[in-house]
């Protein structure tokens, strides 16, 4: 891991690699990129870089996790109460996860601190609430009909997150998409990985199941665009520029 010191508050950079079936490992092409810090252009960290070769990996292994392992499956309150113990693991690293975010992103520490941080738990636990409470209808029809409606996860789902606020888009996209039983690969901003990198520790110690987060580092063209071209993915949430 890396030390870095941000208005005097030393921050570790502890993981700099993609993140497939609940494993750290290092991109298909051994290809990294700094991200830099934009207040002083320094060099923060050298990241893996995804392309699409991995977006393959990723995209089999969340295929695998949603068609044979539990997370679709999971009762809804055993799903709510893992997300709940993420938000609350995101909560007590939350002066790390803000010196990160400030580090990477060049926003005021304050604001990382007093607004994305704090709404990223929010968001997570109103999505956890969600989860016992996604039900289908019984509808009236003419006739000797049973009719009813069933929510059920989709699958597969990619997020493409912007550099402004990369916990809280990620927040935006993941609490929804979890919370019904879907399985999710984010591709970060190619500015700023750092802060989801290490979100994506917290999940795994908050218990998702191997598959169901995966994280991909890397840039539009390649990794952005083999995730939303790739047949194995159902949805697709994109938020940011297409230049």
């Not at 750290?24 to 990241?47: C, H, L, M, Q, Y």
């Not at 840039?219 to 047949?231: I, K």
């Amino acid at each position: 891991s890396l030390t870095r010191n941000m208005s005097a508050k030393p921050v570790t950079i502890r993981q700099t690699k993609l993140l497939i079936n609940n494993q750290w490992v290092d991109a298909e092409s051994r290809k990294t990129f700094d991200t830099i810090n934009p207040a002083t252009g320094e060099v923060i960290a050298r990241v893996a870089e995804a392309d699409a070769a991995d977006v393959d990996k990723a995209v089999k292994a969340a295929r695998a996790a949603f068609d044979n392992g539990p997370w679709s499956k999971m009762s809804p309150n055993e799903r709510g109460r893992i997300l709940h113990k993420f938000a609350d693991l995101i909560e007590s690293n939350a002066a790390e996860l803000s010196a990160l975010e400030s580090l990477d992103n060049g926003k005021p520490a304050a604001m990382a601190a007093g607004v994305d941080i704090p709404f990223t738990v929010n968001c997570m636990r109103y999505f956890a609430g969600w989860c016992d409470k996604i039900y289908g209808e019984t509808i009236p029809s003419n006739g000797p009909f049973f009719s009813y409606t069933l929510h059920e996860p989709l699958g597969v789902c990619a997020a493409v997150i912007p550099w402004n606020f990369p916990i809280l888009m990620a927040a935006w996209k993941m609490g929804p998409a979890l919370c019904t039983g879907n399985c999710l690969i984010i591709k970060p901003a190619e500015q700023t990985p750092l802060s989801i990198l290490r979100v994506g520790e917290l999940a795994i110690e908050a218990g998702f199941p191997p598959g169901v987060l995966q994280i991909l580092p890397g840039y539009g063209p390649t990794a952005g665009a083999a995730l939303c071209r790739h047949p194995g993915v159902d949805k697709v949430g994109f938020t940011g520029s297409i230049e």
